[in-house]
């Protein structure tokens, strides 16, 4: 896999499409994104970052991919109750254009942290997108230093951590990056990156967690007690109420499959151990996602790579109270790298790599949205499916179709613009041979 960074000029293709979206007025839908993070605001899935592949066409045959990444100047939200996207304009002091960063929402503003940059450098910088004015500002640090290194405490250079909220304030935990070099670099333990070839540009895994102050813009590194995680990188996380939830991860050649919460109360670590040899478990991965879904007992997690580099295809159900983990059987949907999030008890999640093996030479990305819940569909979007399906099928301008004047004899407006809603994105998906991934025992929000 190759990720490689390239000149501003290059954008103004993204420019162009977003331009000749809006001048159609189409149904828009986002291109394939790995390595990005996803986060809920309210009824939006927000995602920021990260890059798409395109293939190359002189080495179309041989699978080889090129990588670009998104711009953090244009946004996409995807409204649960409506079932749309939306391309969104930012402006104001951007970050750079990151994958694999951490973001956290506070207070009605978009936090960005860490994270790989184009410019083959991490990012060690905070940004706000306030997303009331969709102005971006960067908080930390508050003078930008030029010439000399960063004398203000900040965590060393990394990607590939988690981050959540909790009163006020945003946590960052764990990741992969640089090894410290300045004292006001923030790391607490970390496990060296014995592979890496280059003595001057060691990398390591993390464990430490980070707590940043928004009303002060300033780090510190917080002890926490009991069973401290070992360090890793591209950990399965969310957090519940006032338990913050990692399974897994990657510390060198391991994909593990340990599974801690930390108790923001106690400010204490706990390890969920298995009950039994017997008990079902998920094997050991990275890159997989972990969400709240259905109520604040039970946790979803979806897909990842296992320590043989296979991609996996598996749902899991964690309950709370129980303790114990449940595969659920009736959805497969191969893919990692991806992100998410959950509302209205909804798991979404989008992008990320369904190529079967991290071996693989020809790298299949996605841009399938998936959707989970443990709720039966309502009959309501059930019935507006399958009304707008069969019209899309059926008529090659499905916008004149006569449908349209019998279903207002016997629906109210409210639900025929619903319907022509649905039709409007089926019809664009069918045309651009996007596919929307849905599990039998999923449905969208109730409309």
Not at 198 to 209: E, G, R, S, T, Y
Not at 314 to 341: Q, Y
């Amino acid at each position: 896999m190759a990720v490689r960074a390239f000149t501003l000029d290059e954008y103004q293709d993204d420019d162009q499409t977003r331009d000749l979206f809006r001048s159609q007025n189409v149904c828009l839908w986002p291109p394939v994104h790995v390595g990005h993070c996803a986060v809920v605001w309210n009824k939006y899935l927000i995602l920021f970052g990260g890059f798409t592949t395109i293939s190359l066409p002189s080495r179309s045959f041989d699978g080889s991919d090129d990588s670009r990444y998104h711009s953090s100047r244009m946004l996409w939200f995807y409204d649960a109750e409506s079932c749309e996207w939306k391309l969104e304009d930012t402006y104001g002091e951007s970050p750079p254009f990151l994958s694999s960063a951490a973001c956290a929402i506070l207070n009605d503003c978009l936090y960005v942290f860490c994270g790989y940059s184009k410019a083959n450098f991490y990012n060690e910088k905070v940004y706000r997108l306030d997303l009331l004015t969709k102005i971006w500002a960067r908080v930390f640090p508050m003078i930008d230093p030029i010439t000399s290194p960063l004398t203000e405490d900040h965590p060393s250079g990394r990607d590939k951590l988690a981050s959540f909220v909790h009163e006020g304030s945003i946590y960052l935990f764990g990741g992969y990056g640089s090894i410290p070099s300045f004292r006001a670099e923030l790391h607490g333990d970390y496990t060296i990156d014995a592979d890496r070839e280059v003595i001057m540009d060691l990398k390591a895994w993390f464990n430490c967690l980070i707590r940043f102050n928004i009303t002060e813009h300033k780090f510190d590194l917080v002890q926490a007690v009991g069973p401290l995680p070992p360090p890793r990188a591209a950990c399965a996380s969310c957090k519940v109420g006032n338990r913050f939830f990692i399974f897994g991860g990657r510390l060198s050649y391991e994909r593990m499959s340990d599974f801690f919460f930390l108790d923001m109360t106690k400010l204490k670590w706990t390890k969920i151990e298995r009950k039994s040899e017997n008990e079902q478990w998920p094997v050991g991965r990275s890159w997989a996602v972990l969400s709240p879904i259905f109520d604040e007992n039970h946790l979803l997690l979806q897909g990842g790579l296992d320590s043989s580099g296979n991609t996996l295809s598996d749902f899991w159900v964690f309950d709370v109270s129980a303790g114990t983990w449940t595969e659920i059987n009736f959805a497969n949907s191969r893919v990692f790298w991806h992100a998410g999030g959950s509302i209205n008890n909804t798991v979404y999640l989008f992008g990320g790599f369904k190529h079967a093996t991290v071996q693989s030479r020809n790298e299949e990305s996605s841009n399938e949205l998936i959707t989970v819940s443990l709720n039966p569909p309502s009959l309501q979007y059930i019935a507006t499916e399958a009304i707008a399906a069969s019209i899309v099928n059926t008529q090659e301008n499905y916008e004149s179709d006569s449908a349209w004047a019998v279903l207002n004899d016997y629906l109210i407006p409210r639900e025929i613009s619903c319907i022509q809603r649905t039709a409007k994105r089926l019809k664009y998906l069918k045309s651009r041979d996007v596919r929307i991934n849905v599990s039998e025992a999923s449905s969208s929000p109730r409309r």
